[in-house]
T-cell receptor
Framework: EDQVTQSPEALRLQEGESSSLNCSYT??????LFWYRQDPGKGPEFLFT???AGEEKEKERLKATLTKKESFLHITAPKPEDSATYLC?????????????FGTGTLLAVQP | GAVVSQHPSRVICKSGTSVKIECRSL??????MFWYRQFPKQSLMLMAT?????????EQGVEKDKFLINHASLTLSTLTVTSAHPEDSSFYIC???????????FGDGTRLSIL
């Protein structure tokens, strides 16, 4: 069964304290791995798509990487406005077209 | 670009009422839209996949007669929660797909509270 596990469940950082969020996945064949940011009471906001092991994507203070078993979202020198829940999702080959399987997310709090 | 609008953002109604939620892609055509449900501190659970002009595909355990989905155009899908009960209270979120190799773009969700 396709599965996505995110860790830690919650992370509290001081402003400027860099860290990484983990997304481990088990999927029959990875079509794509997606990172989203979700603010309270809002829908997820798209951040990155990764397709193959070794691929990296960057956006401002965020950098996403991908291996055959997991993805990391690195946050460099975070600011309070980076506080949100970060969701990871995978899309598998062979299943229902374009279906995403989500992890439970990491709640990030950045304190000034 | 890729803006998805969901309406209403919040609904509070009595048990037995039917509630309709709209999902619109504002600046692109979406052949496929998705409906999710999210409980507090839990992840998004896919309820159904909606394709324009055809019947929706429901996930296992989701009642088709309870959650009616209509995707009448390339920019609009609707979810109707029929005869809603307190256990239907949740955060419902839609997403729209711009293309087969594109990410899903999400609306801002609808908080449904059934009294």
């Amino acid at each position: 069964e396709d599965q996505v596990t995110q860790s830690p469940e919650a992370l509290r950082l001081q402003e400027g304290e860099s860290s990484s969020l983990n997304c481990s996945y088990t999927v029959s064949g990875l079509r794509g791995l997606f990172w989203y940011r979700q603010d309270p009471g809002k829908g997820p906001e798209f951040l990155f798509t990764l397709y193959s092991a070794g691929e990296e994507k960057e956006k401002e203070r965020l950098k996403a990487t991908l291996t055959k078993k997991e993805s990391f979202l690195h946050i460099t020198a975070p600011k309070p406005e980076d506080s949100a829940t970060y969701l990871c999702a995978v899309q598998a080959w062979g299943g229902a077209t374009n279906k995403l399987i989500f992890g439970t997310g990491t709640l990030l709090a950045v304190q000034p | 670009g890729a803006v998805v609008s969901q309406h209403p953002s919040r609904v509070i109604c009595k048990s037995g009422t039917s509630v309709k939620i709209e999902c619109r892609s504002l600046d692109f055509q979406a052949t496929t839209m998705f409906w999710y449900r999210q409980f507090p501190k839990q992840s998004l659970m896919l309820m159904a996949t909606s394709n324009e002009g055809s019947k929706a595909t429901y996930e296992q355990g989701v009642e088709k007669d309870k959650f009616l989905i209509n995707h009448a155009s390339l920019t609009l899908s609707t979810l109707t929660v029929t005869s809603a009960h307190p256990e239907d209270s949740s955060f419902y979120i839609c997403s729209a797909l711009q293309g087969s190799n594109q990410p899903q773009h999400f609306g801002d969700g609808t908080r449904l509270s059934i009294l």
